[in-house]
């Protein structure tokens, strides 16, 4: 069947004519369809139209670009900021401007596509550990880095499909006495994780400069782009010498201006991240229910992985028949071995819904 969506992206959201409890996707915090995120896109096309239509930099700079890093550093309790046009280049905007000629990249084994493609460009020794194995990246520093080389660790924060919190803690530990780093990719924790939403470094209390992220606003923050922050010095080396911010497009306006106002109600309205964390603890304990170990956390995925006695496409295809839409998952980064059903729990979906969901999947089941 060829689904097409033909609403606004909602808790309940329209395909091929018919509205659906929809449960898949990366909408966390609803903000995407926001009334004030869709105000600041409108005024904005209609102020300064799509885009500059050329570089930042003398004549590229615009006041949106200047309001939309006032929002992130105020979001994520930074100096500054450097955007780009996708989160996918995030970790190759990191490897380009804060590595170093002696690096060894060492990488989750199902770290996402886009970490791989960042490691792969280095041109450095990349050897792949166990997925979110401390014990196996322990084993890899011991035997395969060399004496002059400075270990690079590569991760996602959350894991897209599995929903896995990578153990940072426990990278950071192993890579200090060579005085390595770890980059992380954060698109799926930033907006989610941490008293403030600010990620996975927030989550553990991590306040280390060995541990630097990139997200994207393109998720939970409900807006689109690729961002990097910190203190002033350092943002401002990744300005100067990544080849991504130099030769791409930066942002279109319009995205700008919605990302911004995005970034300030995710900030002001905490009650929102609050609600998707009850939400998910609803969502959580009621499948549990149903036979899937599901571990206690914020996390908006809940992976419900393969079992010998079920059919993951036709529980996806009974859902969707009664109105309901989740992800059956075969080959994504992070599908755990068998496939899953990835089900995204968003702040806007009522107790109801979730009921509802685990209900019709006790019927199949």
């Known amino acids: 069947m060829n689904i097409r969506m033909e609403s606004i992206v909602a808790a309940r959201t329209t395909f091929n004519g018919r509205e659906y409890d929809y449960f898949s996707g990366t909408g966390y915090l609803g903000l995407q369809s926001h009334p004030a995120v869709l105000r600041a896109a409108q005024e904005a096309i209609h102020r300064y139209g799509l885009t500059t239509a050329t570089s930042r930099g003398g004549y590229g700079e615009h006041p949106l670009y200047d309001e939309l890093e006032r929002q992130a550093c105020a979001y994520f309790g930074t100096e500054k900021m450097v955007c780009f046009a996708s989160g996918y280049l995030g970790t190759a905007v990191l490897t380009q401007t804060s590595g170093h000629p002696n690096d060894h990249i060492f990488i989750d084994s199902s770290s996402h596509f886009s970490l791989w493609d960042a490691a792969q460009a280095t041109n450095k020794p990349i050897t792949p550990f166990h997925h979110c194995s401390a014990d196996s990246l322990a084993e890899n520093l011991r035997r395969e880095l060399l004496a002059n080389e400075r270990p690079l660790v590569l991760s996602d924060g959350v894991f897209p499909i599995s929903g896995e919190i990578a153990p940072l803690p426990e990278y950071l530990a192993l890579v200090k006495p060579y005085n390595g780093l770890v980059f992380v990719d954060d698109a799926h924790a930033a907006g989610v994780l941490g008293k403030n939403g600010r990620g996975t470094p927030e989550y553990f209390d991590i ?53 911004a106002r995005a970034l300030e109600i995710a900030r002001t309205t905490p009650q929102l991240r609050q609600q998707l964390w009850d939400n998910v603890r609803l969502a959580r304990r009621s499948l549990r ?29 009974g859902l969707f028949e009664q109105g309901i839409a989740v992800s059956h998952v075969r080959s994504y980064t992070s599908t755990p071995p068998g496939g899953a059903l990835r089900i995204a729990i968003f702040a806007s979906h009522t107790a109801d819904q979730i009921t509802r969901l685990v209900e019709e999947l006790r019927r199949l089941l």
Do not use: M
Not at 234 to 241: A, F, K, Q, V
């Open 207 to 259: 306040e280390s400069d060995r541990c630097q992220t990139s997200t994207t606003l393109s998720k939970a923050l409900g807006g689109y782009g690729g961002v990097i922050c910190g203190s002033a010095d350092w943002i401002e080396n990744i300005d100067r010498n990544t080849r991504v911010c130099v030769g791409a497009s930066p942002p279109p306006l319009v995205i700008a201006a919605a990302s």
């Open 289 to 317: 229910t149903l036979g899937w170990d599901l571990p206690d956390t914020h996390v908006p995925i809940i992976c419900l992985n393969a079992r010998s006695e079920i059919n993951l496409e036709r529980l996806k295809v």
